[in-house]
């Protein structure tokens, strides 16, 4: 059975494998290291919240973190939204549990306070149906197509 807890602080490394396969969801473009000396990619192993899917070991994982406009992510809207990744284990990925992960993800940020959540999603990524379920939508003019938001 999968459960949901919420993310630690000492997880990093749950949060660079979930970067580096997601970074290379369409092709393996990335190697472990280039996720921790690329400071674009770097950034991604640190959450402000976050949540684990646990069945014998993480399954899966979603997190906010806030970025700066000087050291912005590339989802990145405005320092008061926080930006989503989230990653679903190849094996567990089909069967509602990324679903799952963004409603709770979705809850705990509404509680928090924060006027939305944002997030940047591939072209061709069938993540994009996922989000767009979920109340997402693009950030509109300035903003790169596959830029998202959802506004509390
Ligand atoms: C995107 C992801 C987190 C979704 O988690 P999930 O548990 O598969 O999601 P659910 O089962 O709740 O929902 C499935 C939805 O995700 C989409 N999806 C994306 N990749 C998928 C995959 N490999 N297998 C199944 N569904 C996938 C489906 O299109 C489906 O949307 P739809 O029902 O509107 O068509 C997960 O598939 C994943 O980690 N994929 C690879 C990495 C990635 O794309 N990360 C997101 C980067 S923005």
Same mark, same amino acid.
């Given at each position: 059975?999968?459960?949901? #807890?919420?993310? #630690? +602080?000492?997880?990093?490394? &749950?949060? =660079?494998?979930?970067?580096?396969?997601?970074?290379?969801? !369409?092709?393996?473009?990335?190697?472990? /290291?280039?996720?921790?000396?690329?400071?674009?990619?770097?950034?991604?192993?640190?959450? /402000?919240?976050? &949540?684990? !899917?646990?069945?014998?070991?993480?399954?899966?994982?979603?997190?906010? #973190?806030?970025?700066? =406009?000087?050291?912005?992510?590339?989802?990145?809207?405005?320092?008061?939204?926080?930006?989503?990744?989230?990653?679903?284990?190849?094996?567990?990925?089909?069967?509602?549990?990324?679903?799952? &992960?963004?409603?709770?993800?979705?809850?705990?940020?509404?509680?928090?306070?924060?006027? $939305?959540?944002?997030?940047?999603?591939?072209?061709?990524?069938?993540?994009?149906?996922?989000?767009?379920?979920?109340?997402? &939508?693009? +950030?509109?003019? $300035?903003? /790169?197509?596959?830029?998202?938001?959802?506004?509390?």
């Amino acid at each position: 059975m999968t459960t949901l #807890r919420p993310l #630690r +602080a000492d997880e990093q490394d &749950l949060l =660079a494998q979930a970067t580096l396969e997601n970074i290379n969801r !369409a092709a393996p473009r990335y190697t472990p /290291d280039d996720v921790l000396s690329t400071p674009e990619l770097a950034h991604y192993i640190s959450s /402000d919240v976050g &949540l684990v !899917a646990e069945d014998g070991g993480p399954v899966g994982v979603v997190w906010l #973190r806030f970025f700066s =406009a000087d050291d912005p992510g590339y989802g990145f809207v405005e320092e008061s939204v926080p930006e989503l990744s989230i990653w679903v284990a190849e094996g567990h990925r089909g069967m509602g549990l990324g679903g799952q &992960l963004l409603t709770e993800i979705t809850a705990l940020a509404r509680q928090r306070g924060y006027p $939305g959540i944002s997030l940047s999603v591939e072209q061709g990524n069938p993540a994009r149906h996922l989000y767009e379920r979920h109340g997402f &939508l693009p +950030a509109g003019s $300035g903003f /790169d197509p596959g830029t998202l938001i959802l506004k509390f």
